[in-house]
């Protein structure tokens, strides 16, 4: 599904450095996925105006994006998710599969995961947090709060607000790693309660 491109090119477009990359499925083939991709950054709006003068800045929000291709089993989504963190020079990835949050007993915090996990957030000091370019965000929602979904998770070197931390002997100069990635997917059914930790990130050094 080359998520790696897809991401690369949204982070030559925007020029901005990512915090973070969440993608999110339920688990029924040939569903739309949604990417999220967290940027940190600021903007200033115009005509809004502080008490000095000075623009106020607001956060730059969050783009949502819906892909929509062909896959008939989750290992095939996490396997192009696995290579994308792996050359964007990520530490780990993390899975988490979750049930259902429309059924009896679910507490309010899986609700709040659900929705964060398709896009759905509060504004921020009244304006949008999330850009949404996912016409069936809505629908997967809804979906995944019946059926469950999947959700993985990583932080990005190249490109990302992480390269000056980074302390990994893994990654090239430009925190990118050079593919194939030598972890594959193990078995994720989805619709239940469970988490999932890929480790991609090494140090050999003695760090003084």
Same mark, same amino acid.
């Given at each position: 599904?080359?998520?790696?491109?897809?991401?690369?090119?949204?982070?030559?477009?925007?020029?901005?450095?990512?915090?973070?990359?969440?993608?999110?499925?339920?688990?029924?083939?040939?569903?739309?996925?949604?990417?999220?991709?967290?940027?940190?950054?600021?903007?200033?709006?115009?005509?809004?105006?502080?008490?000095?003068?000075?623009?106020?800045?607001?956060?730059?929000?969050?783009?949502?994006?819906?892909?929509?291709?062909?896959?008939?089993?989750?290992? #095939?989504? *996490?396997? !192009?998710? %696995?290579?994308?963190?792996?050359?964007?020079?990520?530490?780990?990835? &993390? @899975?988490?599969?979750?049930?259902?949050?429309?059924?009896?007993?679910?507490?309010?915090?899986?609700?709040?995961?659900?929705?964060?996990?398709?896009?759905?957030?509060?504004?921020?000091?009244?304006?949008?947090?999330?850009?949404?370019?996912?016409?069936?965000?809505?629908?997967?929602?809804?979906?995944?709060?019946?059926?469950?979904?999947?959700?993985?998770?990583?932080?990005?070197?190249?490109?990302?607000?992480?390269?000056? #931390?980074? *302390?990994? !002997?893994? %990654?090239?100069?430009?925190?990118?790693?050079?593919?194939?990635?030598? &972890? @594959?997917?193990?078995?994720?059914?989805?619709?239940?309660?469970?988490?999932?930790?890929?480790?991609?990130?090494?140090?050999?050094?003695?760090?003084?």
């Amino acid at each position: 599904m080359e998520l790696f491109d897809t991401l690369s090119a949204q982070i030559r477009h925007m020029r901005l450095p990512l915090f973070a990359v969440s993608l999110s499925a339920v688990p029924f083939p040939d569903t739309p996925l949604l990417l999220m991709l967290h940027w940190h950054g600021f903007r200033r709006p115009e005509p809004d105006r502080g008490q000095n003068g000075e623009p106020l800045l607001r956060q730059v929000p969050a783009s949502a994006l819906q892909l929509t291709r062909r896959w008939d089993a989750l290992s #095939l989504i *996490e396997e !192009d998710i %696995l290579d994308a963190a792996w050359q964007l020079g990520a530490w780990n990835l &993390l @899975r988490d599969e979750r049930r259902g949050c429309n059924t009896i007993g679910a507490a309010a915090g899986e609700e709040l995961a659900c929705r964060q996990a398709f896009g759905d957030l509060p504004p921020i000091a009244g304006e949008e947090s999330v850009l949404m370019e996912a016409p069936d965000g809505p629908d997967l929602m809804q979906l995944a709060s019946r059926r469950g979904y999947v959700s993985w998770q990583f932080r990005p070197v190249h490109g990302g607000l992480w390269r000056d #931390l980074a *302390e990994d !002997d893994t %990654l090239g100069e430009e925190g990118l790693r050079k593919p194939p990635c030598p &972890l @594959r997917p193990r078995v994720c059914h989805g619709g239940k309660a469970s988490r999932t930790e890929y480790r991609f990130g090494r140090v050999e050094r003695i760090i003084l």
